[in-house]
């Protein structure tokens, strides 16, 4: 168990704890289950830099590998994200003569797909190798590594400096931030920018999203903690940007010192902060306690239903189902199944819980009196598809940021 932060070594206060749960992305096979990987979910801040982190980790080999389950092309709302996301790129930052840029953690190629069909000099760092494989199959060029210290000077000798690193999604992932940091110093150019978009810790707490948190995202950023993380490291937090994406994620931009000027919105982010106590031990007490409020009310809503013979199922088999549905200790007692429009997902259990998924023609066949919308960053996408669920008198169940049926 980590009792020291990993950015800056000051001391961790833990500040939920999730209980026992497996990795978020294990789904498993009905005849896999035996011996299944569980660890202690809870999540702390430094009393020193403010950063809020897991306390124990799962290795990243275990979380990362040739059978990764999240394929970020599979909402239409990311694919036009992550495209506008690389137009912008092109149109800002991508401009030089022979501009190159890094993406660390580039999935299927959502993002760099655009950049490579605009004909520009890319890389793709990207340790999941079946997710790679996708990638390529989208023109993208990709190296199937962990970004690291290492890897970043292995990319530089045989590239050159970069313009643009980017990551979503991604770069809290990584626990090796002092690693990460370094191997962004020795990669960017000297006017580069780093750029990365992640779930933010103001959001989580706000919305009580605990959802979000899981194995893979052991860090959740605030722009207080981001910024100390960069000055630590020789960079300057020149621009945070609130983003809607996975229910709202904060997007940072890194520049060494002196580069850019910064924008405004970074000093009104860290003074909004400020004035509600994202840090404060008090705010997070207070989180603490609406996520076990959720919890109770969930459970209690889908026991009532059960009593009154209504159907519930789940919708979407997100990496936020394993957190929400160990923690409120839901099984296929309560809800028999969840669907999802993952290929790689379908046929498995949802890690721990052993919700089956199935495809989301399940749904409608025939459709349930309740669906419990597990992603529900999606609502309007998914909402807007099954509009017929509703017509016909079936109900969504929402858990964040209360539960509620709409
Ligand atoms: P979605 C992922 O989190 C994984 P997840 C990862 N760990 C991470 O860090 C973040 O993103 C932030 C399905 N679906 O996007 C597809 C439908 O079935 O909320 C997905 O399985 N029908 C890298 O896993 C899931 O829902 C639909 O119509 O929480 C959504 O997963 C739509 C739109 C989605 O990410
Ligand atoms: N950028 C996409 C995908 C995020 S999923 C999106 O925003 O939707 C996170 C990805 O990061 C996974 O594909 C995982 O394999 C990759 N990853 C995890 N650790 C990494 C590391 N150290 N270096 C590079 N990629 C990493
Ligand atoms: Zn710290």
Same mark, same amino acid.
């Given at each position: ?30 005849? #896999?289950?035996?011996? #299944?990987?569980?660890? /202690? ?13 897991? *306390? ?37 930052? *991508?401009?030089?003569?022979? @501009? ?63 313009? $643009? $690193? ?40 706000? /919305? ?29 937090? $020149? ?41 404060? @031990? ?9 996520? #076990? ?9 889908? /026991? ?8 519930? $199922? ?21 809800? @028999? ?23 989301? #023609? ?45």
């Amino acid at each position: 168990m980590y009792r020291r932060c990993r950015v800056c070594e000051g001391e961790l206060r833990e500040f939920v704890d999730l209980g026992r749960q497996p990795t978020a992305n294990g789904f498993l096979r009905p005849e #896999e289950t035996d011996g #299944e990987y569980f660890f /202690r979910l809870a999540a702390g801040i430094c009393t020193d830099c403010a950063m809020a982190q897991l *306390l124990d980790e799962v290795p990243q080999e275990r979380r990362y590998h040739g059978g990764y389950r999240y394929h970020a092309s599979g909402s239409a709302g990311h694919r036009k994200h992550f495209e506008e996301n690389a137009l912008r790129l092109l149109e800002t930052e *991508l401009t030089g003569p022979d @501009p190159f840029i890094v993406e660390i953690g580039c999935n299927d190629g959502v993002m760099l797909s655009t950049i490579a069909r605009a004909g520009v000099r890319h890389l793709g760092v990207e340790p999941s190798t079946n997710v790679a494989e996708l990638a390529r199959a989208r023109g993208v060029d990709v190296l199937t590594e962990f970004f690291d210290e290492r890897t970043a000077a292995g990319i530089r000798s045989r590239h050159g400096a970069a313009d $643009v $690193v980017f990551g979503a999604n991604t770069i809290c992932h990584i626990a090796h931030a002092a690693s990460l940091l370094r191997g962004v110093d020795a990669l960017l150019a000297p006017g580069g920018v780093f750029v990365f978009e992640e779930p933010y810790l103001g959001t989580i707490t706000e /919305r009580t999203a605990f959802d979000q948190i899981y194995d893979e995202h052991v860090f959740y950023f605030s722009v207080t903690s981001v910024r100390a993380m960069a000055e630590r490291h020789g960079f300057e937090l $020149v621009d945070a940007e609130r983003i809607p994406l996975h229910g709202g994620e904060i997007r940072y931009t890194l520049a060494r010192p002196g580069a850019r000027v910064p924008s405004h919105a970074v000093q009104e982010l860290l003074a909004e902060e400020r004035e509600r106590g994202l840090s404060d @031990p008090a705010t997070l007490g207070r989180f603490r306690d609406r996520v #076990e409020r959720v919890r109770k009310d969930l459970v209690t809503l889908l /026991r009532d239903l059960r009593a009154q013979g209504k159907r519930v $199922v789940g919708y979407g088999a997100p990496g936020k189902s394993t957190t929400v549905t160990n923690y409120c200790g839901i099984g296929p007692d309560l809800v @028999p199944f969840v669907c999802d429009s993952t290929p790689s997902k379908q046929g498995h259990l949802v890690p721990g819980s052993h919700l089956p998924v199935l495809p989301p #023609e399940a749904f409608s066949d025939p459709y349930p009196d309740y669906a419990l919308l597990f992603a529900w960053n999606h609502a309007d996408e998914i909402m807007a598809k099954e509009r017929a669920f509703r017509q016909g008198g079936g109900r969504w169940i929402l858990y964040v940021p209360e539960v509620r049926i709409v």
